[in-house]
Structures are given as C-alpha cells and as structure tokens.
C-alpha cells in the first residue's frame, strides 16, 4: 500500500513544487506591489503540499460495501485553484455528483447523451473578464427557445488554455437533448457572443468561413471517459509553470473564482434540493482562517506577510489534530500513519 500510495502522493507533490516555485519566482523577479499578499498565497500553497500535512491510513472500512482500503490524504486544503491537490480534489466531488445524476435519470423517446464544445475568438482581456463574456454567452443561450426546448438537463463546466499571453477559453456540455441541428446550434450561439462582445464594446470576429463560432458536437459512446473529461477543473493541472510571469500573478490575484462546474435544468434543479438539506462546516480554506477572523489577504495585507504565516502555522498545527481526531473517529480500527514520519 504504501508503495502505491507513496508513489502517487510525490508525484502530485513534485507538480504542487514546480508551480509554488514558478509563484515564488514571480514574485521575486517582478516585485508587485501586492507582492505581501501573493507571498501569503505562496505560504498557504506550501503549507498545503508539505510532508506534515499528509496521512496514510491503513484498514479503514468503505461504509458502502463494508470492504477494508488502504489510502492517504492531506489532513488540511487550501482551497486555491492554483493548488493541484485541491483541484483534483473539487474534480472528484464534481464527478461524483455527476455520475449520481446520471444514474437516476433515463432517456426519454428521441433523446441522447451529447457532448458539446463551445469556443469563442481570443478577446486580449484578463481572465475574469473574459469568463464574464463567456458565461454572459451562455446565460443568453440558454434562454433561447430552441435550446430551452431541446436541452432537458446536463452539466456545464469551463476550462481555458494559454497561448501567446492569452486566454483561449471554451465551455464543455454534457446534456441529455432531443435532436440538434448543428448550424442552428452554432448560429445561435454566434449570436450569443456577438451580443456579449457588443455589451463590452468589442466587435465578435470569428476566423471561419461562414463567420460562426466554433462548436464540436459528439456522441456519448463511453459515458465515464466523458465524465472525466467534463470534470476536468478549470486547466489542466501542470498549466500553471508553463505560463509566463505576469499571467500567473494575474491569475493568483484572484480572490474568489467564479463557478466553474454548474448543473442545468433538471440536474440543477434536483441539486439545489439536495444542497438545501446539507448542513456545511466551515473550515481553514481560501477563503476565512475562521469565523471569527478576516480574510487571509486582507490579514497580509494589513500587518505583512510574516505575521499572516505565524497565524497559518498555528491555525494548521489546530486544523492537523482536529483532522486527526476526526480520522479516528471514523475509522477507529484502522492505522493512521504521518507521512513525514516514513519519508526521511
């Protein structure tokens, strides 16, 4: 187990190292002004990926089919999106919600699983305005009668890629929908974008023949290959030391990202029921140290980033043992193992 284990935690740490390098890089060679804050990120990511925060468990029971697994986790997440464990993390919890959704519902007469791709042109503009035209885009066209007729429900996520120091940014659909025309489709979301673009003062230019955006439409002939493949968070997880200086402190300067992975229609409707009937616990994250104290950057911010990485050491020393506690708890007849005790 721990072979097996052991080798998958370090390959994901190895990933984690090069981008928390490729931050701490930047910041050094551009100095920003916000270099306080964007040090902090670096420190949580860092906190996040180091050994100490790692477990292995050995004999720990699956509730669902009473079999014994042995596995291993990180006791605390950030929750950045630059972080790869917490990515991979959001991914599993996506696919999982999908794969629950899809289970219970069943095709009626005329319908198929479709796996759709929407692109739109480069705009030059940062990310999040540039997912705000997209996601407007997509707002419009889903109101559209034609699509409102044809798409009973399905799951959108977003992901972009970079090239050149811009954002190619496109949107993956998997929906269950009556028959589609494919010219329709891409007219309808042409128009889409064109009135996006106009709400920005941008004029749409769309570097085809006849003028329209850029749709891929497929078959669903392996469902959990396209699960996987719609569950994919934001960029691929080693996108973030490939990019160049500049993008990645613009990216790391974001406070809060949009939803990337939504449901639609039915799907969104069954979720938001369920959703009302959990009780959520707030945690050490991306966001608050805790309830009774402000956010992180606002923290280093105001008294520095050595001051905000004290208060991190503390509050992940509290958020280990409470993890712990909880491991124990749960699994009282397995072995928990610290991570950093077995890698010297």
Sequence with gaps: MENATTKKIEQVRSLQLQTNNALKDAILSLKPEDASIL??????????????NHFLIKDAVNFETGELFDGGGRYWSCGSKLCNHCVAKKSQQNRKHLREKIQQRKLQSGENWQFITFTMPKLGLNLIETRDVVHRAWTLFRKRKYIA???????KSEEFTLSKGDY???????????????????????????IAYAEINRELFCDTKDGLAIIKILRVYSMEKTIFEITKYLTKSDSWKK??????????????????????GEFRETHEKKEK??????SLNDGRISLEHSYWRDICQSFGSDRYLTKLLISLENSIEVRKDQLRQKFPHSTLIDYHEIRT
Excluded at 43 to 52: G, H
Excluded at 149 to 155: L, N, T
Excluded at 173 to 186: A, W
């Design 277 to 282: 009937a959990i009780v959520h616990k707030t």
């Design 168 to 194: 190619h940014y496109h949107i993956h659909v998997l929906g269950v929908c009556r028959s589609i025309n494919y010219q329709m489709i891409r007219q309808i979301w042409t128009d889409c974008l064109r």
């Design 243 to 264: 990019i160049n200086k500049q993008t990645l402190i613009e990216i790391a300067r974001i406070r809060r990202f949009p939803r990337m992975f939504e449901f639609f």
């Design 39 to 52: 040090r902090g990120l670096h420190y949580r990511l860092q906190a996040c990926n180091s050994k100490k």
């Design 149 to 155: 007729e044809r798409f009973r429900c399905g799951a």
